[in-house]
């Protein structure tokens, strides 16, 4: 390793599973998508089923793929940076405070969706009961090569989506991203209120 002014270079770290840079084939992109709302106070639930693939592209196979690397946190990072410019784009607040019950959550929901090849929707009243919120929305993403961008353009473009997206209640967030064993990106993103 050289270094220049006392600072390392930093070189990418192997592919670990869980954390650290993740190493993806720039291929396809397929983005599917899911939302649930939780409201206690009314005591129901609902879950939207995807509508189908939320968008399919294609790229052809070049004979030197690219590769991309991939921080998760950072990903995760982004991922709240453009869900709250959306959020004050249409005159809602920002969504700062993580709640490190609601991340530990979503954290450990995306890695039992990569593990098992899953794509559903936890029971939200497992957020509220074990966090002691209020009101917990989530929206999930799964993909190929997705982009941070691309998960929130695509969240934005559903209107169930764009529900949990826009709530006013957000206060708290979490979220969680893992690889699964076919290489997509999995996304889970918590909203919740713990206010009554």
Same mark, same amino acid.
């Given at each position: 390793?050289?270094?220049?002014?006392?600072? *390392?270079?930093?070189?990418?770290?192997?592919?670990?599973?869980? &954390?650290?840079?993740?190493?993806?084939?720039?291929?396809? /992109? =397929?983005?599917?998508? #899911?939302?649930?709302?939780?409201?206690?106070? *009314?005591?129901?639930? &609902?879950?939207?089923?995807?509508?189908?693939?939320?968008?399919? #592209?294609?790229?052809?196979?070049?004979?030197?793929?690219?590769?991309?690397?991939? @921080?998760? $946190? /950072?990903?995760?990072?982004?991922?709240?940076?453009?869900?709250?410019?959306?959020?004050?784009?249409?005159?809602?607040?920002? #969504? $700062? +405070?993580?709640?490190?019950? =609601?991340?530990? /959550?979503?954290?450990?929901?995306? *890695?039992? !969706?990569?593990?098992?090849?899953?794509?559903?929707?936890?029971?939200? $009243?497992? #957020?509220?009961?074990?966090?002691?919120? $209020?009101?917990?929305?989530?929206?999930?993403? +799964?993909?190929?090569?997705?982009?941070?961008?691309?998960?929130?353009?695509?969240?934005?473009?559903?209107?169930?989506?764009?529900?949990?997206?826009?709530?006013?209640? &957000?206060?708290?967030?979490?979220?969680?991203?893992? !690889? @699964?064993?076919?290489?997509? =990106?999995?996304?889970? /993103?918590?909203?919740?209120?713990?206010?009554?």
């Amino acid at each position: 390793m050289s270094r220049r002014l006392g600072c *390392a270079r930093r070189r990418p770290l192997p592919v670990r599973w869980f &954390a650290g840079p993740v190493t993806l084939l720039v291929t396809t /992109l =397929v983005t599917t998508l #899911v939302t649930t709302l939780v409201i206690p106070a *009314a005591a129901t639930s &609902a879950a939207v089923a995807p509508a189908g693939a939320a968008s399919s #592209v294609s790229r052809p196979a070049a004979t030197g793929q690219r590769q991309a690397t991939i @921080d998760l $946190h /950072l990903y995760e990072s982004r991922v709240l940076a453009l869900v709250n410019r959306r959020r004050t784009g249409h005159g809602r607040r920002p #969504v $700062h +405070r993580i709640s490190p019950c =609601v991340d530990r /959550l979503s954290e450990r929901w995306a *890695a039992h !969706l990569a593990e098992t090849g899953g794509f559903y929707h936890r029971d939200q $009243h497992v #957020v509220l009961r074990r966090c002691h919120m $209020h009101w917990a929305g989530e929206a999930l993403a +799964r993909g190929t090569a997705m982009r941070a961008g691309q998960a929130v353009r695509a969240w934005m473009a559903s209107p169930e989506h764009r529900a949990v997206i826009l709530k006013r209640r &957000a206060r708290r967030a979490g979220l969680g991203v893992r !690889l @699964d064993s076919q290489g997509r =990106v999995v996304l889970v /993103l918590n909203f919740a209120d713990p206010r009554a």
